[in-house]
């Protein structure tokens, strides 16, 4: 898939993986949209990816509100004229075990990181058909492919995300539509989303506190590598891209050991 010359949506654009695949795209020359509800680190993005040459408007977004959503692409398209990628990008993460997480709190993670993706693509999906070659990349996780304990929130938004990409691409490829649909699993990337992730309510725990920096550890790779990854696999026009040697070796152990993998990683992942 050709890039330059291109616009791409990416939302959750104001740091980590998200920053990164907009660099990765403007380094190709493709023109963007950038999302997120932290202003003064798109702004950051913006700058840095303007620095290439191409064409970029900023939009504070909150994915998990749906009338913002809705109106999302015609102020795209306004400014665009045009939209072939979408990146879904936007993601949170939160603390504690299942009985430990708030309802509230556990269909808040739901809102964002699975109903926004559904959301998002639902409205954009007329924008993408008018192009002569789109695609929509949706980030799941390493959390997509095994599910540890302490993860049941983020497991879940992350496993609906995989099905519903593989489910969606399949349902596009029957009606012989020009839009490919990417699935991606991240490993360990050196991102905020551990260190931000919202705390079980009511629930002073200082393990779960030890836990964050435990987990910390595991996440090495830098984003911009992250983001190069991604796109490449976009550009080849992958239905499923790993990121990391974690990734790849979990999604090989997953399927070796579908029920019993967690007897070996146990005693390695926090």
């Given amino acids: 898939m050709k890039l330059c010359g291109r616009t ?12 990164g695949i907009a660099l990765a795209l403007a380094r190709r020359g493709c023109d963007l949209a950038l999302a997120d509800l932290n202003e003064a680190g798109l702004a ?19 994915v998990a509100d749906r009338a913002a959503v809705a109106a999302f692409p015609a102020i795209v398209l306004a400014a665009h004229g045009r939209v072939d990628l979408l990146f879904n990008n936007a993601g949170v993460a939160i603390g504690g075990t299942f009985e430990q997480v708030a309802e509230e709190d556990f269909d808040w ?23 002569d070659g789109a695609r929509i990349v949706n980030i799941s996780s390493l959390f997509g492919l095994i599910a540890p304990p302490g993860q049941t929130a983020y497991c ?26 990417t699935v991606v699993h991240p490993g360990g990337v050196k991102t905020s989303i551990a260190r931000n992730a919202r ?6 725990d200082p393990e779960l506190e030890a836990r964050k920096g435990d987990f910390e550890k595991f996440l090495r790779m830098p ?11 976009v550009e080849r ?34």
Avoid: C, Q
Wanted: hydrophobic fraction near 45%; proline fraction near 5%; avoid cysteine.
């Fill in 156 to 181: 879940a938004s992350k496993f609906a995300v995989r099905g519903f990409s593989e489910s969606l691409r399949r349902e596009l490829e029957a009606e012989g539509a020009r839009i490919g649909v």
């Fill in 109 to 131: 993670l739901m809102e964002i990181n699975f109903r926004a993706v559904v959301r998002m693509t639902r409205a954009f999906l007329p924008l993408l058909r008018a192009s």
């Fill in 223 to 233: 984003p911009e590598k992250a983001g190069e990854i991604i796109v490449t696999g």
């Fill in 8 to 19: 791409a949506v990416v939302t959750g654009a104001a740091s980590g993986i998200g920053r």
């Fill in 44 to 62: 950051e993005t913006a700058a840095l990816a303007e620095a290439h040459g191409v064409t970029v408007s900023r939009h504070r977004l909150n």
């Fill in 237 to 270: 026009e992958r239905p499923r891209v790993l990121v990391g040697n974690d990734a790849r070796v979990m999604a090989i152990l997953e399927r070796l050991a579908p029920v019993s993998y967690w007897k070996l990683l146990g005693r390695a992942m926090p």
């Fill in 199 to 204: 705390p079980p309510r009511g629930i002073n």
